[in-house]
DNA sequence: ATTCCAAAAATTTTCGAAAATATGTATTGC
DNA sequence: GCAATACATATTTTCGAAAATTTTTGGAAT
């Protein structure tokens, strides 16, 4: 793996997790020192970064993380809920067994996680879980350009949801996971349209807490907006 | 501008007309060569490419332009229906006047173009004022990632739509401009309904024949996939 | 003829310094 | 005191060469 391949890795990792925070100027020296590479690696992940918008650029002034906003999470729940509700159909349509074998795993693997308490309880392989089964479910959808979109928006919005992952210990860990048993049943039971409303649900609900917490207080505008 | 800014903007141009054709090594001394600057910006601007799939990246072993498929094609085509149609119903639903003026001014440009025959009938106005077109009647649809994503499936298809241009000299081309003119009237009487219809019929149309020129004979997929 | 290996050549990747530009600071003039 | 200007510093951008890696070439062994 090259240097610009582990710049790219790290930085976007840093930058998802909040360690880099919105809006923080990304100045090549302290990058330099922080992961140990020259200016070369570094500028390339910082372009391919800034095309996926998880940096911005103004020419002959710099990088910096991009910044959040309320708008931006809205409309990135927006498109998500209407392109993965498109995919959760054609993965339902056309997914095999493989396909409904993956959900189950990932949800399996995903509701251990949510269970654990104490040192165990480990934040980002829930994370991690929680993207695993998400992805699983539109595996089967057979679209390459509608997963790496589903990639793009989850990121986005994984922005938004760690600090309050952060904040609160496990906010309504239960809930959520009965929301994928859920969501993961209608869809095995190759239930489109109850899958699809389960899934718009989850990601409402979920955006609605965001935006509170966000401390912007217009969680209606999310329901308005769709 | 810089000189990485300026070789985004020419491999892309290149890449999109297909000046680079689908596979082409990039290699940075001739590409240091053609665009006449040293390699630093040219691996800027091949690192922001292969982020947007315009090129291809092996580690070590080099960039390429970016292959075509008619798997991709069919992918893009089906996504842009589901995309822009959303868009599209968003964009009536809270279009201003300056929205509605917006589609008229662009169809008008396409149609003088598409009209134009001689020396005038250059086929990079009139891929501009196509674009153009379509980008106006999603423009008031309030989300900028849609229009993101309209832009990189645009750029995608444009790749396939191009050849096919040069190759035969309008291809029924008033056949097209009536197609616009009817979208256009649809979605500026706020047909929703009829107007998403038309553009998936002019999407699905145009794949179509663009499948068939690219010699191998399987349009019906399109429908099937859908 | 074919496979294998080593050397040569070509190419990508990375660094360090130079050039270009922006930012901050002191100084001057009013 | 305040604006404008010149200077110094900090930062980005670009280049050219060095390092690392891949690809090609040429020949030897089977």
């Not at 922080?34 to 390339?44: A, I």
Request: proline content about 4%; aromatic content about 8%; overall charge negative.
């Amino acid at each position: 793996m090259t240097l610009a391949e582990k710049a790219y890795d790290a930085l976007r990792h840093d930058i998802i997790r909040g360690e880099l925070p919105p809006g923080r100027p990304l100045r090549l020296s302290d990058l330099s020192e922080r992961y140990e590479m020259g200016f070369s690696p570094l500028r390339e992940a910082l372009n391919r970064l800034q095309a996926e918008r998880l940096v911005t650029a103004e020419s002959l002034r710099g990088f910096r993380v991009a910044p959040l906003s309320l708008d931006e999470l809205l409309d990135a729940v927006n498109v998500r809920i209407r392109i993965e509700s498109d995919a959760l159909r054609a993965s339902i349509r056309s997914g095999d067994d493989a396909w409904a074998a993956g959900i189950v795993s990932a949800l399996y693997a995903l509701n251990l996680q949510v269970d654990r308490t104490g040192p165990d309880a480990d934040i980002w392989t829930l994370e991690a879980r929680h993207y695993a089964f998400h992805r699983a479910l539109l595996a089967a959808c057979n679209s390459p350009w509608t997963l790496e979109f589903f990639e793009r928006l989850y990121a986005a919005t994984e922005r938004y949801r760690i600090p309050v992952l952060l904040a609160a210990a496990h906010p309504a860990g239960r809930d959520v996971q009965g929301e994928h048993g859920a969501l993961a049943e209608a869809t095995l039971a190759r239930d489109a349209d109850k899958a699809t409303a389960l899934l718009e649900e989850h990601y409402r609900r979920t955006a609605n807490h965001l935006a509170n917490v966000f401390g912007m207080k217009r969680p209606d505008e999310l329901i308005a907006a769709g």
